[in-house]
C-alpha cells in the first residue's frame, strides 16, 4: 500500500536525522515544511519533501492535504486507560469543597478505583477501556503508556496488565505497558507496608516478567504513598526483572524523590507540579525526561509544572494527559497543549515537540516514532484547514483534526 499526501499547507516536525529528544532552548525549534508531499509505503515514512519534487508515480491513495497541517500523532507517554467505572462523585465531592487528600482518607481515590476493578471481570475492563483507547486515537494519539495499579493485588494487577496487552494486539496504536502495583497501600497493608511491597517484588512481579506483561515499573512516590526508601526498593526490584523505572513524583510535596530516581537511572519523572531548584539540578545532566501533566494540574486545581523554569536551566520536558478516573478523566492530547501553552507559558513548537519527540522518549520509542523522519512510523495527524499551526493550541475547544493515520492506516 503507497499512500502520497499532497500540497500540505504546512509538514512539522520534520526531522532529517532520528534525534532522541530536545532540551532547553532546542525545545523552541519545530522544523517545517510549508507547502510538502509526504509517501507512506508499508506503514512506514517512505519519503517527503516540497511539492516542486513529489514524485510522479502511482499511488494506491492520494490525499489532497491543501489548506492543511500534517505533523506526527501524539506520543501520551503517561495514562491509567485501564479501569473500571468512574469517580464522579468524587469530582463532585471536590466542587463541594473536599480535597484529594481527604477524599482518599476516607476510602476513597485509588482505593476506590481498585475497589471497583477488582470487582469486575476482565471481559468488562477491556470493553470499558477500548472505548477510552479508540477515542484518543481519534484525537490523534498515536503511540500510548497505560499503567496497571487500580488491582493492587496480584490478581487485579496482572488482571490489568492482561487487558493492556490484549488492546496491544488488537489496535494498532503503539501500547508501552507499566506495572503499577505500588500505587497506594491496601487497607490491610497499611500500618505493614514493608508486606506490601514484598507482595510486589516476591509474588506480583515474578508472573508479571514471566509472562512479558510490562515494560516499566512505576510508583507513586509521594507523602502519605510511597517514601523514597520504599521506591527505591520497587525501583531496585524492577531493574532485576528488566524493567525500568518511570515514577509519579513532586505532585503534592517535594520530598527528594527526583535525586533517587536519577540515582536509579528513571526513564522519566511524571507530575512535577512541585519543583525545587535542588530537584532541577538533579536533573540537568541526567537521561531522565521530566513529564509534566496539565490536565491533571487543571482537573483537581493544582499548580501547574514549572515548564519556563525547567526549560530556562536547559532541561527537556514531556507533556502527557495522565487520563485516569480520579485526577484526570480526560485523554485529549490536543487540550493538554493548548493548556500547556495556556497556563505553563510553553509556545506552540515547545509544546508540540513535548507532546511527540520527548513524549516519545519518555517510553523509548523515539527511533520509531515522534517525528516526520523517513523510516519512522507513518503515524500522522491530518488537521482541517488551519491559518497556521498556531491554531492548535489558540483555538483550544475546538476539534481541528480532520484525518489521523496510525501505523500507515486510516482510523
Ligand atoms: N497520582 C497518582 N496517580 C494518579 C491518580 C490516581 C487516582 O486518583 O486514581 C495520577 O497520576 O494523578
Ligand atoms: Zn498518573
Not at 532520528?18 to 532546542?26: L, Q, R
Not at 480535597?99 to 471497583?116: P, Q, T, V
Not at 477515542?135 to 490478581?155: D, F, N, P, R
Not at 487540550?335 to 515537540?353: H, L, Y
Request: proline share 4%.
Amino acid at each position: 500500500m503507497k499512500i502520497l499526501i499532497k500540497n500540505i499547507k504546512e509538514l512539522l516536525q520534520v526531522r532529517e536525522n532520528t534525534i532522541a529528544k530536545v532540551s532547553g532552548a532546542e525545545m523552541a525549534i519545530l522544523p517545517k515544511i510549508d507547502n510538502a508531499f509526504l509517501i507512506i509505503e508499508n506503514n512506514m515514512i517512505a519519503d517527503f519533501g516540497t511539492m516542486i519534487d513529489c514524485p510522479d508515480t502511482a499511488f494506491d491513495q492520494v490525499i489532497d492535504a491543501a489548506g492543511k497541517t500534517v505533523l506526527p500523532t501524539w506520543v501520551d507517554s503517561h495514562t491509567h486507560i485501564v479501569y473500571a467505572g468512574n469517580r464522579e462523585q468524587e469530582f463532585v465531592d471536590r466542587i463541594n469543597g473536599l480535597s484529594y487528600e481527604e477524599i482518599a482518607n476516607r476510602g476513597g481515590g485509588i482505593l476506590n478505583s481498585a475497589k471497583k476493578l477488582n470487582a469486575t471481570s476482565e471481559e468488562e475492563i477491556y470493553n470499558q477501556s477500548k472505548v477510552r483507547l479508540e477515542e484518543v486515537m481519534q484525537q490523534g494519539t498515536g503511540a500510548v503508556e497505560i499503567k496497571s495499579g487500580y488491582g493492587l493485588t496480584v490478581e487485579g494487577e496482572l488482571k490489568m496488565l492482561r487487558v493492556i496487552k490484549k488492546l496491544a494486539e488488537n489496535y494498532p496504536i503503539k501500547i508501552k505497558a507499566t506495572f503499577l502495583g505500588a500505587h497506594a497501600f491496601p487497607v490491610e497493608y497499611k500500618e505493614n507496608h514493608s508486606a506490601y511491597i514484598d507482595l510486589i517484588i516476591n509474588e506480583m512481579l515474578p508472573k508479571i516478567a514471566e509472562e512479558k506483561l510490562a515494560d516499566y515499573i512505576d510508583a507513586f512516590l509521594e507523602t502519605g504513598y510511597f517514601s523514597v526508601e520504599e521506591t527505591e526498593r520497587i525501583m531496585e526490584a524492577g531493574k532485576q526483572f528488566g524493567l525500568t523505572a518511570k515514577i509519579h513524583v513532586n505532585q503534592f510535596t517535594a520530598i527528594n524523590g527526583i535525586a533517587a530516581c536519577v540515582k536509579h537511572e528513571a526513564l522519566s519523572v511524571d507530575h512535577l507540579e512541585i519543583v525545587t531548584d535542588e530537584d532541577i539540578e538533579i536533573l540537568k545532566g541526567s537521561k531522565t525526561m521530566p513529564v509534566a501533566l496539565p490536565s491533571c494540574s487543571y482537573f483537581i486545581s493544582i499548580p501547574y509544572t514549572p515548564a519556563r523554569k525547567m526549560i530556562a536551566a536547559g532541561l527537556p520536558l514531556a507533556l502527557a494527559t495522565d487520563f485516569n478516573p480520579g485526577t484526570t478523566p480526560s485523554g485529549n492530547m490536543n487540550f493538554v497543549v493548548a493548556t500547556a501553552c495556556i497556563k505553563m507559558k510553553m509556545t506552540p513548537e515547545e509544546a508540540i515537540n513535548a507532546a511527540t519527540i520527548n513524549g516519545a522518549y519518555a517510553i523509548g520509542i523515539s527511533e520509531t516514532h515522534g517525528s516526520i523522519t523517513k523510516g519512522k512510523s507513518a503515524s500522522m495527524i491530518i488537521t482541517k484547514p488551519l491559518t497556521s499551526y498556531y491554531q492548535l493550541p489558540y483555538a483550544f475547544g475546538s476539534n481541528l483534526i480532520d484525518q489521523v493515520i496510525i501505523e500507515g492506516k486510516l482510523i
